[in-house]
């Protein structure tokens, strides 16, 4: 029978594998390097125990890099999603155009008129003249991002409202937005994106 440390850091490892690896926001990403230190920890006191200076070692290494992950999430990249969504809050309640945070945007839901996710914002595109939004690329189905599939977007079809995005295209005029490959995503937004957004 295992002894308790080697299943703490094998629980450990693999929940915390799970956590960082599903990219499910800031704060989970900073936990899951929580666990992976725990377990980090708990390898060392098996690597002490057993006598294997390898182990200790190794894991030594990986808990300094979980740490610095604790940091950098938890830390430094939650101050900045909580500065935006204040300043994204504030802008609501002032005599100024309301602010959305970028980093919020890809990753995010699309919900659709019935409230129901259409996908999630794979991408966000720029023009570099004007820095302005030259489309959004949108995936739905799959699993993991097998078997997805692309659909390509114009500003105009999307809604930012507080932290969420929004398309309120019907289900027909949704199916009929052009699709795109993995690796051929267009230089600008088709112009059936374009012109069924206008119309929406």
């Not at 915390?16 to 926001?25: D, P, S």
């Not at 704060?27 to 929580?34: H, I, L, M, P």
């Not at 504030?90 to 996710?117: N, Y």
């Not at 059936?192 to 119309?199: G, P, Q, T, V």
């Amino acid at each position: 029978m295992l002894p308790l440390a080697d299943w703490i850091a094998s629980a450990a490892t693999v929940a915390g594998a799970l956590m960082t690896g599903a990219n499910l926001g800031t704060r989970v990403t900073g936990w899951g390097f929580v666990v992976f230190a725990v377990g980090s920890a708990a390898w060392m006191m098996t690597g002490w125990q057993s006598d294997e200076p390898g182990l200790v070692v190794t894991d030594g290494i990986l808990l300094v890099v979980s740490l610095f992950g604790v940091w950098r999430w938890l830390g430094r990249q939650s101050r900045y999603d909580d500065s935006g969504a204040r300043a994204a809050a504030h802008s609501r309640g002032a005599p100024v155009p309301t602010l959305f945070p970028a980093g919020s945007l890809v990753g995010a839901s699309v919900k659709g008129p019935d409230d129901a996710t259409r996908g999630v914002v794979a991408e966000a595109m720029l023009n570099c003249d004007d820095k302005s939004l030259a489309y959004v690329v949108v995936g739905e189905g799959g699993v993991a991002g097998a078997g997805e599939t692309l659909r390509v977007l114009a500003p105009d079809a999307l809604q930012l409202h507080g932290d969420s995005v929004r398309c309120d295209l019907t289900d027909a005029e949704w199916r009929a937005l052009p699709t795109t490959e993995h690796h051929r995503w267009p230089t600008s937004p088709p112009k059936e994106a374009r012109s069924r957004s206008a119309s929406a």
